[in-house]
Structure formats: C-alpha cells, structure tokens
C-alpha cells in the first residue's frame, strides 16, 4: 500500500511543469510539407517539438528513440510487458483572432495560451512530468512505460502507422487525448460512396437536372445543396412555385432563381457533425425529396430516388440499422451529394456502427445495394471499433485512480468520434478534458488552465505507477 501523495509530488514540480509546457507550446509545430525532409517528414516545426521533447527525455536518463522522425519513444524500466501513453506534439494551424501570439504561451487568469495548449502539447508535457516522478520516487516497477509520441495526429496518422509498423504494441495504455473520465467505446468508422458512370446518351426530357450539388466533406451534415436544372420556361416556372411552397410547408430557408432559362434552387440545412447526424438537416436528402415529386431525365430521377430511397440517419432504409447496449446506434451521415448531367453521381456517407457489430458485415451489405441499383461501391475509409471492456484490469485501475484524486465516480463514456486511443491495441482515451470544461482545441486563444494541468499530471503519474507495478 502506498501512502504517495501524487498531487504533493506535482506541486513540487510546479513551476518545472509549466517553463516546460511553455517552452513546448513556443515551437510552432505545425505540419509543414514544404519543410519536409526523410528525417523530418512533416516539416520543421514537428521535427523540432520531437528533438525537444526527446532532448528532455534524455536529460532525465530515460531510453529516448526517434523513430526517423514520424514518432518518438521515452522509456522507463524494465519487464515483459508495458504500458503505452500514446500523446502527439503537432498542433493544428493557429487561425486569426488570437488575443496573445498563438506560440507565445502567455500566461493570463491562471491559463497558459497557445495553440496546442489542450490538443495536446499541455497534457504531453504533463504525461512526461508525471513519468519523472515515478521514476525520481524510485518506484518499483514490472512493467516497462512506453511514452509514444506521435507527430501527425491532426492530419494523418502517419505517425502511429509508422510506429507500429516498426516498434512493439503495448500491452495496454491510455492516450490522453479526449475527455475524462475514460472513453472505452468508439464506433466504428467508415467512409463509402455509391458511384455512378455518366451515360454518354442524352435522353430527351421536359426537365433537365444539370448539377446537384450538396456538401463538402463527409463527416460532417450538409448545410447547403443547390441544383440547377433547364427546361421549358413554363414547366421552370411551375417548379419554382413548387419549391416556395414546400420550404414554406417545412419551415425552411432556400431560395430560387430563374435566369436565363436555368433555375437554381437553394435549400439551406443545419449542419452538425457526422456522428450525430440526428442534430442536424441534411440539405441534400431535404432538397432531393422535393425533386423525388417531379420527373427529370431518368439518370437523373434514378439518383433523386436513390436518395431519398437510402440516405437516412439510421440506416434503417440501406437495412444496415443495429445497435448495442454499450455505444448506441449505427449513425449514417450523407455528408457528399453530387450529380452531373452527364449522369456521373456520388452518394458518399460516413458511417459510424455499434462496437459490437461487424463492419464487414455492413460494407457487405452496402455491396448489395451498390449492384441491385448500378452503382460501384467504393470504401474509402474504415477504421475498426475501440472497445475495452468495463470489468477489464485497465478500466478498473483508471477509475480507481479516477476516483481517488478527483472524488467521482467516473462514467464510462462511449462515443461515435475517433480518438487517438483507437490506434492502441488494448487502450483507452484517459483526460484531459475534464468534464464541464470549454473545448477550446482547435479554436482560437486555446488554452490550458494552470489548475487543471497539476491534477491531469497528478492522475497520470498515477495511473502510470498503478498500471506497471504489477507483472500482469
Ligand atoms: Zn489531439
């Protein structure tokens, strides 16, 4: 039994933590190609954070490797088995608007300001600090501690693919890159397309469908899709009425102009990100089910059903609907529209299905719904569920640690977004936010709150001691 008190250990080092996390945060580690060289593949700015950050590793005799530059290892003791503390150093571009220099890491109202403060620079160099101290306690371990650092989270995990293409798995670990208290579920993820082949015929057609065009990127819920269509002045006309009357019938925004014998129609939807679907109106499928009541050329009235016949939210209507207990429903999200009078068309959705069900299984079927409607089906993405079970040894030792230093029961948390946890083979997302806070990664005047930096590192150190002490 031990009587540390790993919160007393963190004060100590207090003002250690916090030059370091601000001599971090000024190196601007930012993915940068036109930088990039075989030892630093994503630029400068990365390469630098990484030499820092193993600089430092070597400063307090722990095992330092830079794994040609995509990733680095600080290790502590010695055993069979391991713990993984999987962090990353690149940080998204800074923006504008910022009130301090976003590398800077100014100090105001007990926060450190700058980019990568919380995502995920603060918690990495609160990570290392609390592998400092378990290791300056002298504490008897039976595990190795692998802290991992990654080096292309924000963009394409090259970093981890990298890394464990060339260096061991860990046993178990935890990535402190999303929320307290743990994340132990994530869906899984992926991206398809239905894809159509322009005809090169051109069938004779009262109404003409020229472009549909709805949405940007598929995570996230078109807000927007317009069309354009040709026809007979009077039969345009007609449509336009049409139209005004159903936004007014739904009670919603859009807009149609007839110029030049070609009328645009504009439907605005609310956006929300893919895995919640639910939260937000897909423009696409809204404005599609208004064409669904008039007839185009039959490439064009052949795409309109199918998406109407096939996009919902729940995939109800593609038959790939399931569920489970512990992370909810299967979500689709028709994030990509696209139609060309030539007939090419795209219906690209993000996937995000329960951690029990198989996505082989899924794909499978959306093979099926591809052939019986002429399209070809292409994955472009798929990345498996992240599920460790609530009774596992790993779960059980954070919530211990959890409770202890913050008094709270922690909740396990399943979600439908991906974490960096994913890329562990027995891992969870363990912090840093904790709950209630603002998410300010990613937005300008990012910040790290002093107070929250302490205790993350205290859990950590912790967790870390509680997790390789024992053999198993
Ligand atoms: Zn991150």
Not at 366 to 391: C, F, T, W
Not at 410 to 428: C, F, H, M, N, Q
Request: glycine share 8%; net charge negative.
């Amino acid at each position: 039994m031990t009587t540390i008190n790993w919160f007393h250990e963190v004060e100590k080092r207090k003002d250690l933590l916090i030059e370091q996390t601000q001599e971090f945060l000024r190196i601007a580690s930012v993915l940068d190609e036109s930088t990039a060289t075989k030892q630093a593949p994503f630029g400068e700015g990365v390469a630098s954070a990484l030499a820092y950050l193993l600089q430092k590793g070597e400063e307090n005799q722990f095992f330092v490797k830079n794994v040609d530059g995509y990733a680095g290892l600080i290790q502590h003791g010695e055993g069979e088995n391991s713990v993984g503390v999987l962090c990353h150093l690149d940080v998204v571009p800074a923006g504008k608007g910022w009130t301090s220099s976003p590398f800077s890491a100014d100090i105001r109202e007990n926060r450190i300001y700058a980019r990568g403060a919380i995502d995920n620079k603060g918690p990495t160099m609160a990570a290392f600090v609390a592998l400092m101290i378990v290791k300056e306690l002298e504490l008897p371990l039976q595990k190795r501690v692998q802290m991992i650092i990654g080096t292309d989270e924000e963009s394409n995990w090259r970093c981890v693919d990298y890394y464990f293409k060339h260096e061991e798995m860990p046993t178990i670990g935890f990535a402190p890159d999303a929320d307290f208290p743990i994340i132990h579920a994530e869906k899984g993820i992926t991206d398809v397309s239905f894809n159509w082949k322009g005809k090169e015929k051109i069938e004779a057609s009262r109404l003409r469908l020229q472009r549909f065009d709805a949405g940007e990127r598929l995570n996230m819920v078109p807000d927007h899709a317009s069309v354009k269509i040709v026809g007979e002045l009077g039969e345009l006309e007609q449509l336009e009425k049409n139209f005004h009357q159903y936004i007014l019938e739904i009670n919603q925004n859009g807009s149609a102009t007839l110029d030049n014998g070609t009328l645009n129609l504009e439907f605005e939807g609310i956006s929300a990100h893919g895995s919640t679907p639910e939260n937000g109106l897909n423009a696409g499928v809204y404005l599609a089910q208004f064409l669904a009541n008039h007839s185009f050329q039959s490439a064009a009235n052949d795409f309109i059903t199918f998406v109407v016949e096939h996009c919902d939210f729940d995939g109800k209507l593609l038959q790939i609907n399931t569920r489970d207990e512990v992370s909810g429903p299967l979500t689709i999200n028709a994030g990509l529209l696209q139609f060309d009078q030539s007939g090419e068309a795209k219906a690209g959705l993000n996937i995000r299905y329960p951690v029990t069900a198989s996505g082989e299984d899924c794909i499978e079927k959306l093979q099926g719904v591809a052939k019986r409607n002429g399209a070809s089906l292409i994955v472009h993405d798929h990345m498996g569920p992240n599920y460790v079970e609530g009774d596992h040894p790993l779960i059980k030792t954070l919530q211990n640690v959890y409770e202890r230093q913050i008094g709270e029961e922690p909740e396990l948390l399943a979600i439908g977004g991906g974490t960096y946890a994913r890329s562990l083979k027995t891992g969870v997302a363990f912090g840093p936010m904790f709950p209630g806070r603002e998410d300010v990664a990613h937005k300008k005047d990012e910040y790290i709150d002093i107070d929250d930096l302490l205790k993350m590192t205290a859990i950590y150190a912790e967790a870390i001691y509680e997790l390789a002490k024992d053999k198993e």
